[in-house]
């Protein structure tokens, strides 16, 4: 990987069967694309095409973060290292009958600022014995007050699969996750477009599960394409930070139409029951932060709000 003159960086062949391609040189990278790397090679072991990730392209809020994890990982390694075998845990617990919860571990949000200085295993724990079936912990220490330790002591703490929220721009913060125990990472398409499919891999390549994040019909078909074992659907807007509850049962009710079997999830903006109305029997499981991370009682907030 190397910098160049703008807030771009670029990097070649960090993907498992990828072989590495010499970086050429791109003063102008801000109009041709920021990190390349090559697609997975074939069997013959010619590479098939180069892939270029442009993320001045990500507009708002979310390319602001976007830009600061791009600059966090300059320089980080983009090996992978060996496979690791495919556990599925998150998949598993999602999967299982009923409409379960991912309990977000989340300090602090760029919509809400500063939301409670929660210890992440005591949070964890509480969500746990609130019948929660997955917790998820943000890593990203800026705008969410996250970071690696976080992950580590929920890991270390709960029986429950835990998923590495972060903003994942780099081969590196797939390798963390799994270094650090996740069973599963973020990918979002909004920020990797049309290389979620190579992250995809990367993700399995090292025995983890993705939430593939979705928020539009596009995205959607991007997600699809890829391979995707479990897409999330996000009812906001991370441009504009804007919530509509609408969004996940109409892309999840497209994405079984196109004949997706995998595991589907509502995310963001659930705060009572009769939020959940829309999405029950359709999703397979709801991603909830903000309204439980911010109650006076974790465990009895979760019971609460998936209660029937």
């Not at 509850?245 to 994405?255: C, K």
Request: with cysteine; charged share 20%; hydrophobic share 45%.
């Amino acid at each position: 990987m190397r910098a160049c003159n703008c807030s771009c960086v670029i990097w070649t062949g960090p993907l498992p069967g990828a072989r590495l391609i010499p970086a050429q040189a791109n003063t102008a990278c801000a109009r041709q694309g920021g990190p390349r790397y090559p697609r997975p090679h074939d069997r013959g072991g010619a590479v098939k095409s180069e892939t270029t990730l442009d993320f001045s392209r990500v507009p708002g809020v979310l390319g602001r973060i976007v830009a600061e994890r791009v600059v966090d990982y300059q320089g980080a390694d983009p090996a992978l290292g060996e496979p690791w075998p495919a556990a599925r845990r998150l998949e598993a617990a999602l999967a299982a009958p009923g409409l379960a919860l991912i309990a977000e571990v989340k300090r602090a949000s760029p919509s809400q600022g500063a939301i409670a200085p929660l210890d992440p295993l005591a949070a964890a724990l509480a969500y746990q014995a609130g019948g929660a079936a997955a917790i998820s912990v943000l890593t990203e220490p800026r705008h969410f007050g996250g970071d690696a330790q976080a992950l580590r002591d929920v890991v270390g703490g709960v029986t429950l699969p835990a998923l590495r929220k972060d903003f994942v721009v780099h081969p590196a913060m797939l390798r963390e996750a799994a270094d650090w125990g996740a069973s599963a990472a973020l990918l979002m398409v909004s920020v990797l477009g049309e290389a979620t499919a190579e992250f995809l891999e990367g993700a399995h390549h090292l025995g983890l599960d993705a939430l593939v994040e979705v928020h539009d019909e596009r995205e959607l078909d991007v997600a699809l394409a890829a391979g995707a074992r479990i897409i999330g659907v996000n009812n906001r807007d991370l441009t504009t930070l804007h919530i509509d509850l609408e969004v996940s049962p109409r892309l999840i009710r497209r994405a079984r139409e196109a004949g997706f079997a995998g595991v589907l999830v509502a995310e963001s903006g659930y705060r009572t029951p009769a939020d959940l109305t829309g999405v029950r029997g359709l999703a397979d499981a709801v991603l909830v932060g903000t309204s439980l991370a911010g109650s006076a009682n974790l465990e009895r907030a979760a019971r609460d709000l998936m209660a029937l």
